[in-house]
């Protein structure tokens, strides 16, 4: 029997989902800003991961040069997400390596890399969450993958924002090459889009999930998933275009 898990993107259509409605015999993959959401879900009975790709998210504003400057607009929001991470202490979380000398006693987290790093965890790609996500889900085995609010990369057209952002004008994404790729390297992975819309890359690799999540499309501000505090907190940031 296949491997199976499911990962979750922040595609504004994850607004659009009963998160709490997810099957609960199958592993997840986090990242993001999913630690936020109201249904974010560490069911001990199953494995759940939750991986941040982003370089020096936890280095010290004065380490940070101007390339990185909009780090610094975002402490607030990383520390938040730090605090919740302890909170969740079931979860398996994964940071880029650049970060090790800046986090302390936190349980069940492993340092990624791109590179033959001493005491890190090699995925091949993360550039990105979304070929970050499925090098994690080839790393830990999974041979059956199931992709949830990755609009960008697999609907005709989608929004220009994420879950928590405010909506901005639709766009034809044109991605079609980067999930083809994937697909072709990763080809011992089977892969099921969770998606009410038709996908824009035919091919017998990517497939229509058989996984149900109730709809919630009543949903229409941000209150709807988030509580009010962590509302508060991603707004702080300038490069956050966030409906308060």
């Avoid at 001493?118 to 550039?127: D, S």
């Avoid at 879950?163 to 980067?178: A, I, L």
């Avoid at 089977?190 to 999930?209: C, G, N």
């Amino acid at each position: 029997m296949a491997k199976e898990v499911i990962i979750i993107g922040d595609g504004p259509s994850i607004m659009n989902y009963d998160l709490g409605s997810l099957d609960n015999n199958v592993d997840r993959i986090y990242c993001g800003k999913h630690i936020f959401h109201r249904d974010f879900n560490s069911n001990p009975n199953i494995s759940c991961h939750y991986i941040v790709i982003e370089p020096r998210l936890l280095w010290p504003n004065c380490m940070l040069d101007r390339k990185r400057s909009y780090i610094k607009s975002l402490k607030m929001i990383t520390n938040k997400m730090m605090d919740n991470f302890r909170i969740n202490g079931s979860v398996n979380y994964y940071l880029h390596w650049t970060n090790i000398p800046f986090i302390r006693n936190l349980k069940n987290l492993t340092f990624i890399s791109n590179r033959r790093v001493p005491g890190t965890t090699y995925l091949e790609q993360i550039t990105g969450s979304f070929d970050a996500c499925i090098s994690l889900a080839d790393h830990l085995g999974y041979t059956k993958v199931h992709l949830l609010g990755f609009d960008g990369f697999v609907l005709e057209e989608s929004y220009n924002n994420r879950w928590y952002e405010k909506n901005e004008k639709k766009f034809k994404p044109d991605t079609s090459r980067t999930v083809k790729f994937l697909i072709d390297k990763f080809d011992h992975i089977r892969f099921y889009v969770v998606a009410e819309s038709k996908l824009i890359f035919d091919s017998k690799k990517l497939l229509k999930s058989d996984i149900r999540i109730n709809s919630c499309k009543n949903r229409v501000q941000l209150r709807d998933v988030m509580r009010e505090g962590d509302i508060k907190t991603l707004a702080s940031s300038k490069y956050l275009n966030v409906d308060i």
